[in-house]
């Protein structure tokens, strides 16, 4: 049977789901509930082409498993055939797969659990060294934010499965690694992070860009939306005018508490959100609260009230670095309405990536403070890169997109940072002006 593109398109809600895969048709709607990546991953694309995303989420992609859901195919007319720049993007993939780019490096992940128990040994010895010493507890609580921060590129590893390349052993290990040790749900980034994959700076999907009321990257946000990651609509009301009106000055502010709303999105997703009914719920709550008995008891060694809030203060801004880390690898990049795929004929995966995220410029000395999220656009374009091979991987990016005429966006990361302030200053500036208008518009009514 063959059926048109907007044929298929009718299709594209979780109870009446097709896909296209290499022009042809699969309805996936009883896979929707058991699919590993999250059931939003294939919601959020229903009705439309997702073959680039099928490659790109999949290591070694089995079109066999397919088959039972197989419905069809495209008419004759409207299929598509593979592209330069996606054959160009594929050949690159198989060449990194004969250099083991997408095998695991323990050595690496020593090294950098050598530098996270080290900082751990400097945030005890401190916090007992003199408890009672102003210097002791800041000196403590720096080292414990930044090993947050590394530990938090080791999650992010594991979740994506390129520490050990085993689902199944990442997946406990980000048990100990992000829910015991850091508080943050395993379960919850995935959700979270996939969606940002899948959708990257979509102000109607993409997580990684909702932070209404108190930030938008968007004057698309100044009308309240629907969220469909938070399946809800996202409200721009007063509260949401004020800090949006000052969000260039509260940004770091914000960067700096951010982690305080992962332990409570940690929580929600497991208690009363769409991990409430995973078999995974009790192992995920128990390890968070593994985290919070500790954290507990290493606290009671502060001495008091004000040094204990000082030190979850310091601590938390430091480890908010990654937060920052996170935002200016997008913030300042394009943002598009819908799915951004749609927005391109062809390559729209791939090139919707290059839109909307930078790579931050960095000495390979610094490598371990970026934690690989410098090498973003890579990342986003082959997520299962182990994390010690992105660096040769920018270089061969960067010539795929000169051969194609494609722009490759990287810079420092003092600018990265200056252009997210300057992206939610303009942002700020499109608020007033839009209100100047609506006032302009009552007086002449």
């Known amino acids: 049977m063959s059926f048109t593109r907007k ?116 945030c005890l010895y401190f916090i007992q060294f003199s408890p009672t010493s102003l210097a002791s507890c800041l000196i403590s609580a720096v080292a414990l934010g930044i090993m947050w921060q590394q530990l938090a590129f080791i999650g992010h590893d594991l979740g994506h499965h390129v520490v050990t390349h085993n689902k199944a052993l990442d997946d406990n290990l980000s048990l100990f690694v992000g829910n015991a040790i850091q508080g943050i749900s395993l379960e919850w980034w995935k959700h979270n992070h996939n969606t940002h994959h899948s959708l990257t700076n979509s102000v109607n999907y993409d997580p990684d860009i909702q932070h209404l009321p108190f930030m938008a990257v968007s004057k698309v946000y100044f009308k309240s939306l629907f969220s469909h990651y938070y399946n809800r609509i996202m409200k721009f009301d007063g509260a949401a005018e004020y800090f949006i009106s000052i969000q260039h000055y509260m940004f770091y502010p914000i960067m700096s508490l951010a982690r305080f709303n992962l332990y409570a999105q940690s929580f929600i997703h497991n208690i009363i959100g769409p991990g409430s009914q995973s078999p995974k719920r009790n192992a995920e709550l128990l390890t968070l609260t593994i985290f919070w008995c500790w954290l507990s008891y290493l606290l009671s060694f502060t001495g008091s009230f004000s040094n204990g809030l000082l030190f979850m203060l310091v601590s938390h801004a430091v480890a908010g670095l990654v937060h920052v880390q996170i935002c200016i690898n997008h913030f300042s990049m394009e943002v598009f309405d819908g799915v951004p795929q749609r927005a391109f004929e062809d390559d729209g995966y791939v090139r919707s990536q290059l839109e909307s995220t930078t790579d931050i410029d960095c000495h390979p000395l610094m490598d371990w403070f970026h934690g690989g999220l410098q090498f973003q656009i890579e990342h986003h374009i082959y997520p299962h890169l182990t994390r010690s091979s992105l660096r040769y991987v920018q270089v061969e990016i960067k010539k795929i997109c000169a051969k194609h005429g494609l722009t490759y966006y990287s810079k420092p990361f003092f600018q990265a940072n200056f252009d997210v302030l300057k992206k939610l200053y303009d942002t700020s500036k499109e608020l007033k002006l839009s209100e100047m208008i609506i006032d302009g518009m009552n007086m002449h009514g």
């Open 7 to 122: 044929e298929v398109s009718q299709h594209k809600v979780k109870n009446d789901c097709w896909i296209v895969i290499k022009n042809k048709v699969y309805d996936v709607t009883n896979w929707i509930p058991k699919h590993p990546g999250g059931p939003t991953m294939i919601s959020n694309l229903g009705g439309q082409d997702c073959t680039e995303e099928f490659k790109v989420f999949h290591l070694k992609p089995n079109f066999n498993r397919l088959k039972p859901f197989y419905k069809g195919e495209i008419v004759e007319a409207e299929r598509k055939h593979q592209t330069a720049l996606s054959k160009d993007i594929e050949l690159l993939q198989r060449d990194l797969e004969k250099l083991g780019a997408f095998k695991p490096d323990y050595w690496f992940y020593v090294n950098r659990g050598s530098i996270v128990a080290a900082l751990f040994a400097v």
